[in-house]
């Protein structure tokens, strides 16, 4: 029997493809149910439009895209999975997470989830990862149950705050946090 799998996909669209890509490998190994936050359902934005993004996430997963806190809320009480992904995890939704901020379809399916003590893997992608968000990084790097898919400066010259992470890790990152280990190397 597969494990199950939460996939939530926040509004970092210029990670979509390669998150989408990802989300593929890990469809083969687990069931996947995707989670979309506001951004991610309704923003048509130049990297597509969000109707063929949930489509296409549909497609993969097999299931329905969850894309409110009423439809996730049974994540917890039913300890409905195994595992919580969030990817692309943006500076926002970061925030929200490490201080403990459940307003959102991603964010309160993390915190539904985290109930179980489970664990929650974080493929973050944001502009301010070495400056505002870095604090947030560092509160949920020493929190049980939080890994993160390595990650570094995807622009340093242009975007010089700029962390994503290398969502090609991603598999191997959920299959660790499974085991209750961390990736090494976080940092790229």
């Known amino acids: ?35 979309f936050s506001e951004a991610g359902y309704t923003i048509d934005s130049r990297f597509g439009a969000a109707a063929d993004f949930i489509a296409e ?43 403990g901020i459940a307003d959102s379809p991603v964010t309160f399916a993390c915190k539904a989830h985290l109930r179980n003590g489970r664990p929650v893997v974080l493929a973050i992608s944001t502009n301010d990862g070495l400056s505002a968000s870095a604090e947030n990084i560092g509160k949920l790097l020493n929190r049980k149950h939080y ?33 209750g280990e961390q990736v090494q190397p976080l940092l790229l």
């Open 1 to 35: 029997m597969k494990q199950t799998v939460g996939f939530g996909l926040c509004g970092s669209f210029c990670t979509y493809r390669k998150t989408i890509d990802a989300l593929r490998a890990l469809a083969r190994d687990y069931e996947v149910i995707p989670v």
């Open 57 to 99: 996430v549909e497609e993969i997963c097999g299931a329905k895209a969850l894309h409110t806190i009423a439809e996730v809320e049974p994540f917890g009480p039913k300890k409905l999975l195994d595992l919580m992904i969030v990817a692309p995890c943006t500076g926002n939704t970061l925030g929200k997470i490490a201080n």
């Open 147 to 179: 890994y993160f898919v390595p990650f570094g400066q995807d622009s340093p010259q242009g975007k010089p705050y700029s962390l994503v992470a290398d969502m090609e890790q991603l598999s191997a990152t959920a299959a660790a946090a499974l085991r």
